[in-house]
């Protein structure tokens, strides 16, 4: 069966026979699936197209329950709760466990607005600590030096790579506990893409990451731990390095190798 | 003659009828456009903005009346219909969705958008004009108004759909609660079609003149009592055209070229605003 590694170090998230069915659907789209998530570390999740890896993403912050009739069975512990229980508040969740989609997504408004937006909904409203801690959220994200100048303009008038950026910007000023990455790269030119997985790198010092990815190079350079998920089971995690070079699974193996996916 | 030449021939054939055909239909256009320029432009002068209606003969005679009438009518007609519209245009594509009751809404809606004018006048005459006893500017703007909201609602629904699916994820995904994101990130996105179906649901309402006849009815004299018949610009063209006195009509003629202006210039207005949100 799958060849689950046992992490030392201390853990972000703890998933437990975890089980998700989608609404209407007769047989769960992810099967019993344990894996711990490392704090401050990256983990990687790859795998074919449809084998679940965003599907277990969207359930750490829960975003399937904004579709009604999604059916969650097991455990995620974080923080020592259990975050699948009916009485989880969404909306502190979703403060500390915070995500980064496939397309950026500005939101109609300002620069400064978007990143001051998680802020403001947590109802910090001092003009000079919005200001103060944009001005770091976009420093940490990398985008400070090109937008200082122009932070009233429409956000919308960025770049792709630019509006990746402001979205992690914007991410991170709520200083969330974990991240969530679900293909955060795929929309993105070579130049772009490298610029984002430097500020993985550098942001796991602050926060765990998981990161969805169809590109297993791009799996190999940033992650520390990936898991490799099939049908809606994760059939390995292991060290990133581990598992590419001497996977414990045939099947992580073939896929690896390039037999399947 | 080759199967190529009868192809040529047939070609030339149907494209100069069908540009014969759009040159018709464009012409008419210009016609009425032409007829009510001149027509209209030479009745027009300062009286006009300056006095109200009079008895035919009098100098002093001008639609001041007609047109703060109608301005108050489309005000109070707007102020019933956008926000119902926009609200309701909310629930569709926010809450309701694919259900059954959205469903039903939107079919129900589509049918009063095609639903005569008129008929809506006899509906408000019945609920409002006869209990009340009078015709009344609120009888007036309570049909404008019903005739709005379904123009409203479906611009609203339609353009709050295009605003993607990630951009309220991303927003739910900062902790945002629903209303928030709605009110926040969906407007936004959306904020040039809703205004433009605004515009759009102005500009048909504001060339209705079957429903106002037994609702504001007509005055021939400035009023400002909403408790009272209501003059119209539309109402009084109608009055004054059909009327045997010259200068009537000569005001007629008037009424009718401010109220093609208006709606004209409401119509190009909303498409710039459209525009403008693409082009940006």
């Known amino acids: ?261 | 003659m080759t199967a190529t030449q009868k192809r040529v021939i047939a070609n030339r054939i149907v494209l100069t009828l069908s540009t014969l055909s759009a040159v018709i239909a464009l012409g008419f256009l210009f016609w009425i456009l032409g007829v009510l320029v001149m027509k209209g432009l030479s009745a027009l002068n300062w009286n006009i903005f300056i006095f109200e209606g009079a008895p035919p003969g009098y100098a002093e005679s001008g639609l001041r009346h007609a047109l703060v009438g109608q301005a108050i009518l489309i005000a109070m007609a707007t102020a019933i219909g956008v926000p119902l519209g926009i609200l309701a245009g909310t629930y569709l594509s926010e809450y309701g969705k694919n259900s059954k009751l959205a469903h039903t809404i939107r079919d129900i809606s589509d049918i009063m958008m095609s639903a005569p004018s008129i008929v809506i006048g006899a509906f408000v005459y019945a609920v409002v004009v006869m209990p009340m006893g009078h015709f009344s500017a609120w009888a007036g703007a309570i049909a404008l108004g019903i005739i709005m909201i379904p123009i409203i609602l479906r611009t609203t629904d339609d353009m709050l759909q295009l605003v993607p699916g990630t951009l309220r994820e991303a927003a739910f995904a900062l902790g945002a609660p629903k209303y928030k994101v709605i009110m926040d990130v969906v407007y936004r996105g959306a904020k040039a079609g809703i205004l433009t179906g605004i515009l759009l649901g102005i500009a048909r309402v504001g060339g209705e003149t079957a429903p106002l006849l037994f609702t504001s009815f007509n005055d021939n004299f400035f009023t400002t009592n909403l408790n009272d018949a209501m003059p119209s610009l539309t109402v009084t063209m109608f009055n004054y055209a059909i009327s045997p006195y010259e200068d009537w009509q000569q005001l007629g003629w008037a009424a009718a070229f401010i109220l093609s202006m208006f709606i004209l210039g409401l119509n190009i207005l909303g498409r710039l605003v459209l525009l403008m949100s693409r082009s940006k």
């Open chain 1, 1 to 261: 069966m799958a060849s689950i590694i046992d992490i030392k170090e201390e853990c972000a998230l703890q998933v437990r026979d975890f089980e998700f069915t989608y609404k209407g659907a007769e047989a769960p789209s992810l099967k019993k699936i344990t894996m711990p998530i490392a704090k401050n570390s990256i983990t990687a999740l790859i795998g074919p197209s449809g084998c679940g890896k965003t599907t277990l993403l969207r359930s750490f912050n829960r975003m399937h329950d904004l579709y009604p009739g999604n059916v969650y069975n097991g455990e995620i512990e974080f923080e020592g709760r259990n975050i699948l229980s009916s009485k989880e508040d969404l909306i502190q969740l979703r403060t500390q466990i915070g995500m980064i989609f496939q397309k950026p997504t500005a939101f109609p408004m300002s620069i400064f607005d978007n990143v001051a937006y998680g802020l403001r909904l947590q109802g910090i409203k001092n003009k000079s600590e919005l200001s103060d801690r944009v001005e770091k959220a976009l420093k940490d994200a990398a985008l400070w030096k090109e937008v200082s100048d122009r932070l009233k303009n429409d956000a919308n008038g960025l770049s792709g790579g630019q509006q990746q950026r402001l979205c992690i910007a914007r991410a991170i000023a709520v200083e969330p506990e974990v991240l969530l990455f679900d293909e955060p790269t795929s929309a993105l030119d070579p130049i772009s893409t490298q610029g984002i997985e430097k500020l993985v790198i550098e942001l796991k010092e602050r926060v765990s990451i998981i990161i969805v990815t169809h590109n297993m190079q791009q799996a190999a350079r940033v992650s520390d731990y990936t898991g490799f998920m099939y049908l809606g089971e994760l059939i390995e995690l292991g060290n990133t390095e581990n598992l590419f070079v001497t996977p414990k699974e045939k099947l992580t193996q073939e896929y690896i190798t390039g037999k399947f996916g």
